[in-house]
Nanobody, 123 residues
Framework: QLQLVESGGRLVQAGGSLRLSCAAS????????MGWFRQAPGKEREFVAAISWSGSRPYYADSVKGRFTISRDNAKTTVYLQMNSLKPEDTAVYYC????????????????WGQGTQVTVSS
């Protein structure tokens, strides 16, 4: 069993930066592919970024490539999402997720979810 708790979401102006954190509790954190998803009001949940268990293979949605960076610290059982050059369209609830799949850009292959953290980008 893995429990995920996100933090770091807040209101920020367009062009600003935020770092989200996802703290995991459980003995098997390092064996999971970790990812970030987001859901804006009235829209479906979408993939943002994911990183393999070793941290060597991050991958991103095209909409955030070059602006967002995912990383993980297995010793601290935490995954991060550094978000730069934020845009109003980045406004959403951001969710952390854990998957036993090596490639995990689909919400349907996630095994665990956090409760989400709100990110609001004002124009």
């Amino acid at each position: 069993q893995l429990q995920l708790v996100e933090s770091g979401g807040r209101l920020v102006q367009a062009g600003g930066s935020l770092r989200l954190s996802c703290a995991a509790s459980g003995p098997t954190f390092s064996s999971y592919t970790m990812g970030w998803f987001r859901q804006a009001p009235g829209k479906e949940r979408e993939f943002v970024a994911a990183i393999s268990w070793s941290g060597s293979r991050p991958y991103y949605a095209d909409s955030v490539k070059g602006r967002f960076t995912i990383s993980r610290d297995n010793a601290k059982t935490t995954v991060y999402l550094q978000m730069n050059s934020l845009k109003p369209e980045d406004t959403a609830v951001y969710y952390c997720a854990a998957s036993s799949h090596a490639y995990a850009s689909s919400q349907y292959v996630q095994d665990y979810w956090g409760q989400g953290t709100q990110v609001t980008v004002s124009s």
